[in-house]
């Protein structure tokens, strides 16, 4: 059995024929689970021996997969600032999908947030799905289960990984120097997210959480008007955006020089949108998790209020909270579900600076009645 499946006792029933030593694959798999669950882990693992499978030289097969230079391996990132453009799956999947392997038995085809899967890409992919050549494996992987569309889940055996304990993760953050109290607020605030704790106890997870605390602080304070918290949650989330802008720019440029000269300038084009989506992505992601830190520090204040210490995520925030203790606990419920609010709307593309900065009027205006 294989070692990602360890602590998934559903997933090993599922996958199980398709590790025997006569291995029986579904066609098409949907690995569904909390981020930092080990779908991807186990993604990989399962294509590994898929395609190590009849190989004369098993153990070369599987390394390739685990480096990604295994040519019967196509595995999908989404390019697409919120969802998978059909360009992502049209040639490298749907097109692919019809050509044999290239040393192999099996092509193996792993999409990364499937449930960004749009209804034009959706529908590409549907043959694919329904009637893929017999050679052809597909491993799809969400975080979020209830978004994948109906057409894609109903054609898949589903697959799930459970995410670890609160214990688990706290420990973890532990063996690589957090702090004890911040490795268990990190673990609870990720609310089950293994990969959102370990981004929360870095560096620009910390610096992200400092900015939410502060313009949840100045709201319950009233003095949003005064100090313009948005502006430092923004500029946390743009310095992210920033930093994923400037590496992939280094990866462009190593790329550019391996093509020929009269190549590069439609190299470089592709290389710039990629740059821009991804940005887009981080960003957006960056500040909805930035918001979602602001809607938990009210919570806290209203478990604080109800008496339910046992309740509160920032463990090691209990003095700044306890500063801000006072408000009445249905009032900031009522700031809980602005913010969540403002977080469904930053999905219709909305001004962020301007949906910030209304949000912490808002907030400031419920706060203080």
């Avoid at 024929?17 to 990989?44: I, M, V």
């Avoid at 919120?82 to 192999?104: G, Q």
């Amino acid at each position: 059995m294989l070692p990602e499946l360890e602590n998934h006792p559903h997933a090993r029933v599922v996958l199980t024929p398709a590790l025997s030593p006569d291995p029986h694959a579904s066609h098409a798999y949907l690995f569904h689970g909390p981020g930092g669950s080990g779908k991807r882990a186990a993604a990989r693992a399962l294509a590994a021996e898929l395609l190590a499978a009849g190989s004369p030289d098993t153990d070369s097969a599987r390394a390739r997969v685990y480096s990604g230079t295994h040519p019967d391996l196509t595995w999908i990132t989404p390019s697409g600032a919120h969802e998978i453009l059909v360009s992502d799956i049209d040639e490298p999947v749907v097109a692919s999908a019809s050509k044999t392997p290239f040393e192999s038995s099996r092509r193996v085809f792993v999409i990364e947030r499937v449930d960004e899967l749009g209804d034009e890409a959706a529908n590409r992919m549907l043959k694919t799905l329904e009637e893929p050549a017999s050679f052809v494996h597909l491993i799809l992987l969400t975080d979020r289960l209830g978004e994948v569309l109906p057409t894609i889940r109903s054609r898949c055996q589903l697959v799930r990984f459970d995410a670890p304990g609160l214990e688990q993760v706290a420990a973890e953050l532990q063996q690589e120097g957090v702090p004890i109290d911040t490795a268990i607020a990190c673990a609870k605030l990720a609310l089950g997210d293994a990969r959102q704790a370990q981004e929360l106890a870095g560096e620009d997870g910390s610096a992200l959480r400092t900015a939410a605390e502060r313009f949840a602080r100045s709201t319950v304070a009233g003095e949003a008007s005064e100090l313009l918290p948005w502006s430092e949650l923004l500029a946390a989330v743009h310095a992210r955006g920033e930093a994923s802008r400037a590496e992939l720019e280094l990866r462009g440029a190593a790329e550019l020089e391996l093509y020929p000269r009269k190549e590069r300038k439609r190299v470089e084009t592709e290389w710039t949108e990629r740059i821009r989506r991804v940005r887009r992505r981080v960003e957006t992601t960056a500040l909805d998790l930035g918001l979602q830190l602001v809607s938990l520090w009210f919570a806290d204040l209203a478990h604080l209020a109800w008496g339910a210490d046992d309740l509160v995520r920032n463990v090691d925030r209990r003095a700044q909270l306890d500063e801000d203790a006072g408000p009445d606990p249905r009032l900031l419920q009522q700031a809980i579900e602005l913010v969540e609010d403002t977080r469904m709307r930053f999905q219709l593309n909305v001004s962020e600076e301007l949906a910030c900065e209304a949000l912490a009027y808002r907030l400031e205006h419920i706060l203080g009645s």
